[in-house]
Each structure stands twice: as C-alpha cells, then as structure tokens.
C-alpha cells in the first residue's frame, strides 16, 4: 500500500508541471506510432535482398541454440526494467525517448546496411514479437541489433548503481548469446552500443533544454 501511495504521489506530482505532462504524453503518443510503422517497415526488410559475408568471429565457432536462455534473460531484465522505471516518471519518459530515436535510427541503419543472415544462424523464434509485431518469423532485422540495443537502453536509464550493475551484465550477456546462436553478425552487436549511447546523448540535450 505504501509503494502504491508514494507511486500515485510520483505521478501526480509530476503531472503538475504542464511541460512534463505534453512531453510525456507526446512521448507515449510517437512511440505507439513508431512501432506501428516500425513493425510495417520490418515486413519490406524481410522482403528485400540483401547481402551475406564470412565474419571472421562467427567462423570460429558453431553455433549453439541458446533461445530460451536469451528469453529468459531478456524477459526478466524487460520486467525488472518496466517494474524500477514507472516508478519514476522522468526516468519512464526518457526511456521511451531514447527507444523511439534508437527505432528511427535502426530503421535507416537496416535500410542503409540490408544483410541477409548468417547462413549458420540458428533462428530465434520469439512469440511475443511474432503475434504483436509483424505475425512472422524474422531474420533479417540485424544492423544493428535490437536485443543489445534495448538491454543497453535499460542501463543508460537506470537510476540505481545496483540496478544499472545488474542492466549491464544482462547487456553484455545478450550481445554474447545472439552471437553464439549466430543470430546476428559481430558488427551488428558492436553498433548498437554507439547507437543506442547517441540515442541517449541526444534525448538528454533535448530534455536537459526543454525541462
């Protein structure tokens, strides 16, 4: 009942200033749309062509069906983030800011850069974003990739050095895993930290100005 109170408390306070309040439901309203056009634009990229290469890291090894333990990972880290960020409203609507730029520049990054998998990806088959998102199995959503992207978007916006600990370690053991199944190529894991850091670098500048 406490944690309730002070939760309400949080949000009503916060939604007495008129400038977070717009900023907010903006946010809430261009992240909606972003991942409707979002799943749109995932179709036309598993449609396309694209091209393969031989990443000298992936040769090293075979691949290894890790799906379940990268849900597992992911799911829990996505549920702890959610539960520690609606705590706190400024926290919940940079969040969302830093996700709706990452979408945007993911999609140009993939219109850009159109990879065909690896041709010893082992795929992973998420049900979550097959009956949510675009109803099929994807593989060609890889420069960059979204997983690590999101993982590190989760310890960019942590308020805790406990949590942002736990965040970290979630992120580098996803980008490990969808290397080790191969789902993604060496380079798309290694942009989505850049990626993502840029994402946050800007919606702080942005936020720091306007709020």
Not at 76 to 97: D, E, H, N, V
Not at 102 to 125: C, G, N
Not at 144 to 160: D, Q, R, V
Not at 178 to 191: C, E, G, P, R, S
Request: glycine share 4%.
């Amino acid at each position: 009942m406490k944690e309730r109170n002070e939760l309400i408390y949080s949000w009503t306070e916060a939604f007495k200033n008129g400038k977070f309040k717009a900023t907010f439901l903006i946010s809430l309203f261009v992240i909606v749309v972003m991942i409707f056009c979002y799943t749109k634009f995932l179709n036309f990229v598993e449609a396309r062509d694209g091209f393969s290469f031989n990443d000298p890291i992936l040769m090293l090894f075979n691949p290894i069906d890790l799906t379940w333990i990268i849900f597992l990972l992911l799911y829990t880290a996505l549920l702890w983030g959610i539960f520690k960020l609606i705590r706190s409203p400024i926290a919940l609507s940079g969040a969302m800011q830093v996700y709706t730029v990452m979408m945007v520049l993911r999609i140009v990054a993939m219109y850009l850069v159109p990879f065909e998998p690896p041709a010893t990806m082992i795929s992973l088959k998420d049900p979550f974003v097959e009956f949510f998102g675009t109803g099929q199995l994807l593989t060609k959503d890889l420069f960059f990739s979204g997983h690590t992207a999101t993982m590190f978007i989760l310890y960019l916006t942590a308020e805790s050095k406990k949590d942002k600990n736990f965040f970290l370690l979630i992120t580098i053991a996803i980008a490990v895993l969808v290397l080790v199944q191969h789902i993604h190529y060496t380079i798309d894991v290694i942009a989505a930290f850049p990626f993502t850091y840029c994402s946050y670098a800007f919606v702080k500048r942005i936020n720091t100005k306007l709020l």
